[in-house]
T-cell receptor, first 112, second 113 residues
Framework: EAGVAQSPRYKIIEKRQSVAFWCNPISGHATLYWYQQILGQGPKLLIQFQNNGVVDDSQLPKDRFSAERLKGVDSTLKIQPAKLEDSAVYLC??????????FGSGTRLTVV | DQQVKQNSPSLSVQEGRISILNCDYTNSMFDYFLWYKKYPAEGPTFLISISSIKDKNEDGRFTVFLNKSAKHLSLHIVPSQPGDSAVYFCAASATSGTYKYIFGTGTRLKVLA
């Protein structure tokens, strides 16, 4: 089965610019997650979708981050405007109910 | 508030020996636990899981032990191989909730040839 696809793999932007990441989950996986992993830390959940509805976005900095999941399949995560502390790897994961995740390879964002 | 803790940031082990990676958690509602392995420039990959109804789960060279009273789990790799060198994350979830996983900070394992 195809894995979770993410693009781009790398992105370098200047602070105050905007950036968007894309994720295509495993076919049939209803639940999709975006995690932020800062260097030296474990992944931190930003937002969880069940189909195209948001289940948990309690740790999403909503003043600058937004996410959507179109038609319950692909998802985009946007940062506008970016700050230096947003430099991290952004991981997308999907799961079928009651099991662990499958992660994508991530997008490494560097804000300069 | 770090609900899942991996207190050893790094571990070095000789090839062929046992690697023991530890993880502690604070939330008594957690009842499902995973270990993930992460190589550089790749996303984490699932390794092994354990439900709170068990105290041990084994898959080949990998065994996970769960001590619910101590809120502690450990991953044993026997025998360790150089290809096991990676960062290992434990993650915990309360399955009565939304299945979201809380991750530890990771332990970097280096297996020396």
């Amino acid at each position: 089965e195809a894995g979770v696809a993410q693009s781009p793999r790398y992105k370098i932007i200047e602070k105050r610019q905007s950036v968007a990441f894309w994720c295509n989950p495993i076919s049939g996986h209803a639940t999709l997650y975006w995690y932020q992993q800062i260097l030296g830390q474990g992944p931190k959940l930003l937002i969880q979708f069940q189909n195209n509805g948001v289940v948990d976005d309690s740790q999403l900095p909503k003043d600058r981050f937004s996410a959507e999941r179109l038609k319950g399949v692909d998802s985009t995560l946007k940062i506008q405007p970016a700050k230096l502390e947003d430099s991290a790897v952004y991981l997308c994961a999907s799961s079928s109910l009651n099991y662990g995740y499958t992660f994508g390879s991530g997008t490494r964002l560097t804000v300069v | 508030d770090q609900q899942v803790k991996q207190n050893s940031p790094s571990l070095s082990v000789q090839e062929g020996r046992i690697s023991i990676l530890n993880c502690d958690y604070t939330n008594s509602m957690f009842d499902y636990f995973l270990w993930y392995k992460k190589y550089p420039a790749e996303g984490p990959t699932f390794l092994i899981s354990i439900s709170s109804i068990k105290d041990k789960n084994e898959d080949g060279r990998f065994t996970v032990f769960l001590n619910k009273s101590a809120k502690h789990l450990s991953l044993h790799i026997v025998p360790s191989q150089p290809g096991d060198s990676a960062v290992y994350f434990c993650a915990a979830s309360a399955t009565s909730g939304t299945y979201k996983y809380i991750f530890g900070t990771g332990t970097r394992l280096k297996v020396l040839a």
